[in-house]
């Protein structure tokens, strides 16, 4: 059970609060894929980011600005700004802002005023990496370095476009699901070991395991903490061992497929609202052009993402929601699969997620050994806060090496140790073979 005041503590974000402060240490991908801000002087975009409004804007030398809503005279919004000559031109006197925040014209004022010089916009900086802006939104006037994961580190055309998932509630309660390898038995299950035919909308997905009671062996890592959900998986005493990360302050790496590695981002637009950044690059070849620089819907089987407007919060959506109980089938759930919820992109999550409320109510909660990890992260995510209260850095904010890291799935005999055996899989920079199902051994 976790305290209330711990509650409040981890899942607050705004400016001024404990945790949000700490993650204004670190970069942050701003949920603004860069095909949002397709070309020079296009249309700025509204964001909402850690409880701010702010506007993005592609200036005409192709950089990307990142203001607060508001602009500094007035207050009038500047999504409805003039995206001109190398700056963002407020409709209401004219004012206009370059990418850094400087007001760099003030029509409306004598020619022989200085005061624009003594006016400023709040404004971010970002970069752009394979297709994703990231923002620094701390007080530092060097940011620190941006993380190294793989994704960031690889040729444009080994990445993927990024993908995007919404949830109406809070990012820790989002993020939990991926840190839970026993949901896997219940929430993403079929009622038994034959898969259903495909043309069961969402069904043919459905996960199955022999085994559905996992150990949850836990370790904390300095970089956040790591897992293996172990499961028995043959007559010989072998063990499979589902390897997943946590790596401060939102992210998760759990194991994927093929000649690829990803990870997961759980943004917090605000309190109640979370996107989902699922990264994925190739570590072997080039991806295909169309697959680099599309947007994938995890919903075309659905009839694809809701229609987007001006509004951060309608960006991304399901079809399948609370207003329609996320198309559940009692038929299906009967007769196909654990759920009944179709498993299309992240919506039987979503479904359980929103169903806890906008912030869970944590201190109502049973947990029992299943959840080893949820308890390690809470306690990470917590201790990380406080510590920064203190003006003590959590070491991944400077050392984007710390990111480095992979998920793995291994089968070993029932006396290895899992952590020493896996020790060069959960490397991203050790030349052990990337595949599914491959033993420790193997490199």
């Not at 299950?189 to 495909?198: I, K, M, V």
Request: aromatic residues 10%; charged residues 20%; contains cysteine.
């Amino acid at each position: 059970m976790l305290h209330a005041n711990d509650n409040d503590l981890m899942c607050r974000v705004g400016a001024g609060t404990p945790m949000g402060d700490m993650l204004r240490e670190y970069w942050i991908p701003a949920t603004v894929p860069s095909s949002l801000l397709p070309s020079p002087d296009c249309p700025p975009i509204r964001v909402r980011l850690l409880g701010e409004d702010l506007i993005a804007f592609r200036a005409t030398s192709g950089a990307i600005g990142m203001v607060a809503n508001a602009c500094p005279h007035r207050g009038a919004s500047l999504f409805f700004g003039r995206n001109e000559e190398e700056g963002l031109r407020c409709v209401y006197h004219g004012w206009k802002f370059d990418v850094t925040g400087a007001c760099v014209d003030m029509p409306s004022e004598p020619a022989e005023s200085n005061f624009k010089t003594k006016v400023r916009v709040k404004a971010y900086p970002c970069v752009e990496r394979n297709g994703m802006v990231w923002t620094y939104m701390g007080s530092r006037e060097v940011p620190p370095p941006l993380p190294a994961f793989e994704f960031n580190t690889a040729p444009e055309e080994q990445c993927y476009h990024p993908g995007f998932v919404f949830y109406d509630c809070n990012w820790v309660q989002s993020m939990e699901g991926d840190v839970d390898s026993s949901h896997i038995d219940y929430l993403h299950s079929r009622l038994t070991d034959q898969a259903p035919p495909e043309e069961q909308v969402g069904f043919g997905q459905a996960m199955w395991n022999k085994d559905r009671t996992p150990a949850l062996l836990t370790r904390p890592m300095e970089y956040g903490a790591v897992y293996a959900a172990q499961r028995l998986w043959d007559e010989d005493g072998r063990y499979h061992y589902r390897i997943a990360q946590f790596l401060m302050p939102f992210y998760t790496i759990i194991p994927g497929s093929g000649p690829t590695v990803a990870f997961n981002a759980w943004v917090p637009l605000d309190d109640d609202h979370t996107v989902q950044i699922s990264f994925r690059s190739s570590i072997r070849e080039p991806v295909a052009t169309d697959r680099r620089e599309h947007i994938s819907d995890p919903y075309t089987r659905l009839g694809g993402y809701l229609p987007m407007t001006s509004d951060p919060l309608s960006r991304w959506r399901s079809p399948a929601n609370a207003g329609n109980d996320y198309l559940i089938s009692y038929e299906n759930q009967r007769t196909v699969m654990f759920s009944g919820i179709p498993r299309e992109g992240k919506l039987q999550d979503i479904a359980v997620m929103e169903s806890m409320g906008a912030v869970a109510p944590r201190p109502a909660e049973h947990l029992g050994r299943s959840d080893a990890m949820i308890l390690l992260v809470r306690r990470t995510l917590l201790n990380a806060a406080r510590a920064h209260s203190t003006e003590e850095l959590h070491p991944t904010v400077d050392n984007p090496q710390l990111y480095r890291v992979r998920s793995a799935e291994v089968i070993l005999p029932h006396e290895a140790d899992w952590f020493e055996a896996t020790t060069l899989n959960r490397q991203a920079d050790n030349g052990v073979r990337l595949e599914n199902f491959i033993t420790a051994e193997v490199v």
